[in-house]
């Protein structure tokens, strides 16, 4: 295409707008609703996911050995689980640290009483164990059962019910989110097409003198395809700032008003969100404008 073609197009493009502009608004004015939703929902499904991400964390797989093993065994039992890939963290509790641990629990106000009642003879000297958390939750069965295959493992404790419950919950989640993201995008798309599929009804007489006189089809298309770009890009700007503001807003009056849901929740940073967000929203808006228009031109552009 031709520099002048391309000024062209744009021009027309713009002009479209403008002469459709109650139906250009109402498209717009979709298309903020839609990334407006689109942008809520984001905000809570990444908190939500990073939240899970936390408590995924929480939930230990504990690995006891055989009565008797020695040190180099465990250890070699640690090489071994170090390799999976599903680990995510892994640290030894020796014996002293769960006698420490399990006497803090359970004699709270006679803590130093119980550890010099037992001094030199530790009650849980068979209780050492490996405390691991996993990349996925998803994956702790098949991890389970290769536990239990290694030599010298005597005991695995798992917190199954807390594990199917999170990446039940996960699961929900997800689905829900691309429901509801795929119904506003083709409702988008729906009235792009109607705002556009107007204008070339206005300009019908004109684009089959144009085809006349030799004018391509890309030609004629192209105004129509800028008109639906420049209606998407509009319109997915829009709701970016909106969102932004109403996130930076939230996040900072929960955080002075409710202090105690910093000790089990905090919000991704705001930039870190909207690093990502940005061009995703703006890819959206853009290709919605480019479907949109690219559908209807080639579904009424027969003249």
Request: aromatic share 12%.
């Amino acid at each position: 295409m031709r520099i002048s073609s391309f000024f062209y197009s744009i021009r027309q493009g713009l002009k479209n707008i403008r002469r459709n502009l109650l139906f250009s608004l109402a498209s717009i004015g979709t298309i903020v609703s839609c990334l407006f939703l689109f942008g809520i929902f984001y905000c809570i499904i990444v908190n939500f996911r990073t939240a899970m991400k936390n408590m995924e964390n929480t939930v230990t797989i504990s690995v006891f050995f055989d009565e008797g093993i020695s040190e180099d065994n465990i250890r070699m039992i640690g090489e071994q689980i170090r390799l999976r890939d599903e680990v995510n963290t892994m640290d030894y509790i020796s014996p002293e640290q769960a006698w420490e641990e399990y006497a803090k629990s359970h004699y709270e106000d006679d803590y130093e009483a119980a550890m010099a009642a037992f001094e030199g003879d530790n009650p849980l000297k068979d209780s050492a164990s490996y405390k691991i958390t996993l990349k996925n939750l998803d994956k702790q069965t098949e991890f389970v059962k290769y536990l239990n295959e290694l030599k010298g493992v005597r005991r695995i404790r798992t917190s199954e019910v807390t594990a199917n419950g999170i990446a039940a919950l996960n699961s929900i989640v997800t689905y829900a989110s691309i429901g509801i993201v795929v119904i506003l995008l083709l409702v988008s798309i729906f009235l792009i097409s109607n705002t556009i599929t107007i204008g070339i009804t206005v300009r019908k007489e004109e684009i089959g003198i144009m085809k006349l006189i030799g004018a391509t089809n890309f030609f004629v298309r192209a105004p129509f395809i800028v008109e639906g770009i420049v209606i998407g890009l509009v319109g997915s700007l829009i709701p970016l700032v909106l969102v932004y503001y109403m996130y930076d807003t939230v996040m900072e009056y929960v955080l002075m008003n409710f202090k105690i849901v910093q000790n089990w929740f905090s919000f991704v940073p705001a930039n870190q969100l909207f690093a990502v967000l940005i061009p995703i929203s703006a890819g959206i808006g853009v290709g919605l404008g480019l479907i949109g228009s690219i559908l209807t031109t080639r579904k009424h552009l027969k003249v």
